[in-house]
């Protein structure tokens, strides 16, 4: 591993840039225990970049910035056990194929694949679902290079608070050189999708949450229009989108016409009541069925910024009630619409949904939009009702509020200041968001 000259680094949202002191690819475990021992040795801080899908400063790294693009080998398969060890710059979208032609899959993903898996999951990338959860709760194991320069593995049964620490991680623990995934047989999910108005869903989200193992709705801002998603297993054969089919609405509505109407709004504000009116009527009900990840998933290319923060489940209807009323007060012209995600308790420490039941709110504005004003209000919202951050999307909170939403915050800083007393792993933003 050689040192490459420093060049700026910058997220896929262009909102995040970096230029640090120089830059790495290993290709070796071993090669990031080097890495970081000398940048110790020199007085650096060090940090592992994935693909820049968050918006927040998570991946910046102002010493040396370490590429994934050298770990990206498939370590193990073991189909009868479903134990899949990969290292941590393997993207998403790989994995997803080599999943499937061992005939397994992950249980739940998000809605993009561009991530590396380490980087998906140090920000706890989550998806929705009733009965299986995000990606931390899907992993069985992990390695990882801690501040001195050591390796080391954890598990449920081997450093199981460490473990439980490192799956939503941050980067602040070590760098996560390989996880070993827990998957399941693959299996065909049948998407359906259906336009429908704010009144039905909100009478509705009980009923479309309990009757499905993947619910989901947008909302179109200035509008009554949302579109629902019921994602649930099928025996099969799959049923895909014809070709042109799929390229009309995925590609050329949902990604090229999307963007020029974002061109549009952002040159002209006001026209986005109308444009959003267009947008709600012209969706149109549509079911396929496919091999899982490809459902899950969809394309975005249409550059945008985002907020996210998850809330109490029970807390899910009144908070979109009051959200809405937020746009009769204030002069937003907000031409996203919003997504609303559901999500099972889980364990990891740092999980969003961790110890509740949970829903997710997440807001977007065109990546040449302002957004200062809209996400300021909608958080001040959502953190009235103990909402928490998705820590791979765009907010303000810092520790002083995080130790009151999650129960194990105070845990995880006493394993970060055993673990990193230096603070080898730091950067501008888990200062932020861990005091120090």
């Keep these: 591993m050689s040192p490459a000259s420093a060049q700026t680094w910058q997220n896929w949202a262009g909102n995040q840039q970096v230029t640090p002191r120089r830059v790495a690819t290993p290709r ?115 390695e990882l290079v801690l501040a001195d320069g050591s390796v080391v593995t954890c598990s449920p049964d081997e450093r199981p608070e460490l473990f439980d620490a490192a799956r939503a991680g941050l980067g602040a623990l070590g760098v996560i050189t390989a996880i070993t995934w827990r998957t399941v047989p693959a299996f065909l999910l049948e998407a359906r999708e259906e336009p429908m108005k704010w009144d039905e869903v909100l009478a509705r989200v009980d009923e479309f949450e309990a009757a499905n193992e993947h619910f989901e709705f947008y909302w179109f801002p200035h509008t009554e229009g949302c579109l629902t998603k019921r994602n649930n297993r099928v025996e099969g054969p799959a049923e895909p989108l014809p070709r042109f089919k799929g390229w009309l609405d995925d590609e050329f509505l949902s990604n090229t016409v999307f963007g020029l109407m974002q061109h549009v709004t952002h040159r002209a504000p006001a026209a986005v009541p109308f444009v959003n009116g267009v947008s709600a009527k012209a969706l149109g009900a549509r079911t396929f069925s496919d091999t899982s990840y490809k459902v899950f998933t969809s394309p975005r290319k249409v550059r945008f910024k985002e907020q996210e923060y998850s809330i109490p489940r029970e807390q899910l209807v009144p908070t979109l009630r009051d959200l809405r009323a937020l746009f009769d007060k204030r002069d937003w012209r907000i031409s996203f619409p919003i997504e609303v995600r559901l999500l099972p308790a889980e364990d990891a420490w740092l999980s969003m949904a961790h110890d509740r039941h949970s829903a997710f709110i997440a807001i977007h504005v065109y990546n ?63 200062r932020q968001v861990f005091g120090a």
Excluded: C
Aim: aromatic share 6%.
């Design 368 to 430: 040449r939009d302002p957004h200062e004003e809209y996400f300021e209000g909608v958080e001040e919202l959502l953190t009235s009702v103990g909402g928490r951050p998705h820590w791979g999307k765009m907010h303000t909170r810092d520790a002083e509020y995080l130790e009151t939403v999650y129960p194990r915050f105070k845990d995880f800083q006493a394993l970060r200041n055993e673990l990193d007393p230096e603070r080898r792993f730091l950067n501008a933003y888990t």
């Design 28 to 142: 070796t475990t071993e090669e990031v225990a080097g890495a970081v021992r000398t940048a110790a040795t020199d007085g650096l801080t060090v940090r592992m970049t994935g693909t820049g899908h968050s918006f927040t400063g998570a991946a910046l790294a102002e010493g040396v910035l370490l590429r994934p693009d050298g770990l990206t080998a498939v370590r193990s398969v073991d189909t009868a056990s479903g134990l899949v060890t990969v290292e941590a710059g393997l993207p998403l979208h790989r994995l997803n194929r080599i999943l499937d032609e061992h005939g397994l899959a992950l249980a739940n993903m998000g809605d993009i694949q561009e991530q590396t898996v380490a980087g998906a999951l140090q920000t706890a990338t989550h998806g929705t679902g009733r009965d299986a959860a995000g990606l931390a709760s899907q992993v069985a194991a992990l």
